[in-house]
Structure formats: C-alpha cells, structure tokens
C-alpha cells in the first residue's frame, strides 16, 4: 500500500503584512533544509520542533483569525493549545473525543515545537506525515494570489500500512454523517473549535468537518480531507 499526499496550506494571505509573509517564505526555504532546522518527535503524538524558529505566536492568530484555546506561561517561554472537541449532528460535545495543537514558543515569542496530539494521529500516520511537511520544500509560491502549495506530482509516496475503519471508530465513536462518493465509503466527523474570539468575518472557522474515505472492500481508509483553522489538509492513500 503506498500512502502519497497532498498536502496544501489553505491561508488566504491577500491581507497579510509583508512581515508575516517574509517569515513564511523564510520558513519554506527552510524546509529545503529538513535536518538542518527541524528535528520531528513521534510517539502516539507528533511533534515538529524548529531549530530556527522564525514565526512568532502574532502570526497565529493573523492565520487562523482566531485565539487559541488557553495561553501558559513556561519556564522557556510561552505554550497556546487550540482544542478540537467531537460535536454531533446537533452541536452537542461528545466527551473525551477531541484532539489539540500544542505550540510552545521561546521568550522572544517565536514558534519552537508544534505537537499533533494523539486523536489527530489516528487519523494521519506520523512517517506519512514527517514526508509530507518534508515535501513541502517542492511547494511552489504564487506570489500573486499569496498562496503556498504542494503540486500533487510531487508528493511524497511511502509505505505504510493505513488505518482502518474499526481502528478509527475505536478511536472516534460514530461519525455525524455518512456519505458515498466515488465507489468510497465516506464517514465525516464533526468538530467544534474551542475559542474565546474568532473574527467575525471568519466564523466558519469555528466548525472542523473532517472527512474520512474507506475502500468498501478493504475498509481501509484511502482519503482524508478537513480545514483545520486555515490549515487545509488532503490526504490520498493510494495503491500503486
């Protein structure tokens, strides 16, 4: 089973100061340079940790255009965790099924460690996921529309083996909605952003559909799709 990716970063940077643009584009040149500025942790977590760090904690809230869910101080700095929590078809909080990013910064409030929590992993194997953000050195700039992506000709193909559909569910419980599209089997889980202040002009962003392709045969999951506060996310688990 080769599990390949595409992996696009859906920030619409039309409004972005030309400082918070120039720290992106500094990080993707980094990204060329896998070794030399990032080092990855991966349990049943993941954690990206950034040698030379060049975002600042600012540049989250421009890019998700919201707060995260807490804010602590650390002996080294600062942490901000943003919550996920599972809802249901009728916005209710399943307990217990949500997921975080956990972003710790220095005393200069620049990004040095992301951590993917365990939930969020379920979903994402951690050496498809290393591939993909090492990959994304190939992305190319359109520096016209201010968008950052990955062509699909160029993602990262490993072998792996995927999740299934009772690994999942193990993991998730029952899905809000379940679909066909394309002969797959499609589960979407539903998730609510814990915020105390999205911008009012992007209050979608308070709802995380995730949705979850399954061969019917194999009950493999072959596809995962969902906009994570600005972070698109597509991923295609496909048999060469």
């Known amino acids: 089973m080769r599990l390949s990716r595409f992996l696009l970063l859906g920030l619409v940077l039309t409004s972005l100061s030309a400082c918070v643009w120039l720290r992106l584009l500094e990080l993707k040149n980094q990204l060329s340079n896998f070794d030399e500025n990032f080092t990855t942790e991966a349990s049943d977590h993941f954690t990206l940790?950034?040698?030379?760090?060049?975002?600042?904690?600012?540049?989250?809230?421009?890019?998700?255009?919201?707060?995260?869910?807490?804010?602590?101080?650390?002996?080294?700095?600062?942490?901000?965790?943003?919550?996920?929590?599972?809802?249901?078809?009728?916005?209710?909080?399943?307990?217990?099924?949500?997921?975080?990013?956990?972003?710790?910064?220095?005393?200069?409030?620049?990004?040095?460690?992301?951590?993917?929590?365990?939930?969020?992993?379920?979903?994402?194997?951690?050496?498809?996921?290393?591939?993909?953000?090492?990959?994304?050195?190939?992305?190319?700039?359109?520096?016209?529309?201010?968008?950052?992506?990955?062509?699909?000709?160029?993602?990262?193909?490993?072998?792996?083996?995927?999740?299934?559909?009772?690994?999942?569910?193990?993991?998730?419980?029952?899905?809000?909605?379940?679909?066909?599209?394309?002969?797959k089997n499609v589960y979407v889980y539903r998730f609510l952003v814990d915020s105390p202040w999205i911008d009012p002009d992007h209050q979608d962003r308070r709802i995380t559909n995730v949705s979850l392709y399954f061969d019917p045969k194999t009950d493999e999951l072959t596809r995962m799709g969902g906009r994570f506060i600005g972070l698109k996310i597509n991923i295609n688990l496909v048999k060469d």
Do not use: C, Y
């Open 49 to 183: 940790v950034f040698k030379n760090p060049v975002l600042i904690n600012d540049d989250f809230v421009t890019l998700a255009k919201l707060q995260p869910t807490i804010k602590e101080s650390t002996p080294t700095g600062s942490r901000w965790i943003q919550a996920f929590h599972k809802i249901d078809g009728k916005g209710k909080i399943q307990p217990g099924i949500e997921f975080f990013f956990t972003l710790d910064f220095d005393q200069d409030d620049r990004l040095t460690r992301w951590d993917f929590s365990k939930l969020f992993m379920t979903m994402v194997p951690a050496q498809f996921f290393e591939d993909s953000i090492r990959s994304l050195a190939k992305g190319k700039v359109d520096e016209a529309n201010h968008r950052f992506k990955v062509d699909p000709k160029d993602r990262a193909k490993i072998s792996v083996k995927p999740p299934t559909l009772q690994q999942i569910k193990e993991a998730m419980g029952e899905p809000v909605e379940k679909t066909k599209e394309d002969g």
